[in-house]
């Protein structure tokens, strides 16, 4: 049977209750005082994600265990708790529990199951439509809107980091707060990180960013899900970036004849080069392709097949976690070309936190790093 999104409903499903908690770090505390560790879900190159259980719940969890032998290691993970405390949001990925002992920290957090969601609209049981689009999109919307209110960047919003709630259901989760910011507007920042198809030119150029860092790739997302092509694609990662800070793209494939002008306006607003000209996250809830006139229902076939080629490709690149600099704006920024130092696009590899249809003999590969932008995350 063919699995399609329900018209009526933006979401198809009713939301499931996740308890909201306060978490702060419990140091020199076992977690297995409280928790049961289960089967291990994925391991990389800092930590190791494993499905847990609540003891005085029952309540089915995932524990990433992460080493913080150094400084650096110990600030990052708890940056990122910090950050998630704050991120209580049906659209969020949610935050349980997170102990410290014995130079490891577990961060605690909600068990994520239904795979990534471009795996999921690939599927021969999935139907992918204009419609069923806008449902993952205004998802996508909704939870970087609550974060911007929260003053925090993700600045690594990318296919991988999208998760299906179930294997089934419509409802997504945003994912993977390791490279995430606290943004003061008044001060300016400068990052060098990110995955190179999703980036925003600010980032590859060392320029400050913002908001609108993360509006580029919800623009990419939108672009590549309505598709199943990558914009700015090159035959390198320095291509790749090159063709990002040249911003030029087009809707001239055969796979954009079925797609509605509200949906190319869509993507217009957010594949903007000057950083403050795209749309906001509220603004595009307010969009008419998300808002009003109903989209079109016509299965997207062609975009299907090249949603498949384009995963595949993902998931053969090179699964290096790539290089994390955060600097603060200086009155002389480094004239050093950015595009010489990102590192190569990592992989759409499954998600940490995210259980296959059956569990693998073998740990999942996938890079769990609270710093690299292709952290998986452990829900």
């Known amino acids: 049977m063919s699995i399609k999104v329900d018209e009526n409903d933006p979401v198809g499903e009713l939301e499931p209750s996740f308890p909201y908690r306060d978490v702060t770090i419990r140091r020199n505390v076992d977690m297995k005082e409280f928790y049961d ?10 930590g190791t994600v494993y499905r847990c259980r609540e003891k005085s719940t029952d309540l089915a969890l995932a524990a990433k265990f992460v080493g913080i032998a150094r400084r650096e290691d110990r600030r990052n993970v708890e940056r ?3 950050i998630m405390r704050m991120l209580q949001h049906p659209r969020i990925i949610q935050l349980y529990d997170a102990y410290e002992s014995s130079n490891v920290m577990c961060v605690i957090q909600e068990l994520i199951e239904g795979g990534e969601l471009f795996d999921r609209v690939i599927g021969d049981d999935f139907i992918l439509t ?4 806008t449902v993952f999109v205004r998802q996508i919307c909704e939870g970087v809107a609550f ?12 296919p991988e980091n999208i998760l299906c709630m179930t294997r089934t259901g419509n409802r997504i989760k945003i994912i993977d707060f390791g490279l995430a910011r606290q943004y003061d507007p008044s001060k300016k920042l400068q990052v060098l990180f990110g995955t190179p198809e999703f980036v925003a030119p600010e980032v590859v150029n060392f320029d400050a960013i913002g908001f609108g860092t993360d509006m580029w790739s919800v623009g990419v997302i939108c672009y590549v899900l309505l598709s199943g092509l990558s914009p700015f694609m090159g035959e390198t990662d320095v291509e790749t970036m090159a063709n990002v800070t040249i911003a030029q793209y087009d809707f001239d494939d055969e796979a ?3 797609i509605s002008e509200d949906a190319k306006d869509f ?12 749309y906001s996250a509220s603004e595009c809830l307010c969009h008419p392709w998300l808002s009003r006139r109903p989209p079109l229902l016509t299965g997207l076939d062609v975009t299907k097949e090249n949603l498949r080629e384009t995963v595949e490709r993902w998931s053969e690149q090179d699964p290096s976690p790539t290089q994390v600099t955060v600097v603060p704006l200086s009155p002389s920024p480094p004239a050093t070309p950015v595009v010489t130092q990102l590192p190569p696009t990592p992989p759409a590899t499954p998600v940490a936190t995210q259980l296959p249809p059956t569990p693998p003999t073998t740990p999942v590969a996938t890079q769990l790093p609270p710093t690299p932008p292709t952290t998986p995350v452990a829900t």
């Open 256 to 258: 954009f004849d079925d």
């Open 37 to 46: 560790l289960e089967s291990e879900i994925g391991r990389g190159k800092f």
């Open 267 to 278: 993507i217009r607003k957010l594949l903007v080069k000057t950083r403050d000209g795209r």
């Open 147 to 158: 974060m911007h209110s929260k003053n925090v960047l993700h600045l690594d919003l990318k």
């Open 130 to 133: 204009e419609k069923s689009c």
């Open 80 to 82: 990122e708790v910090e």
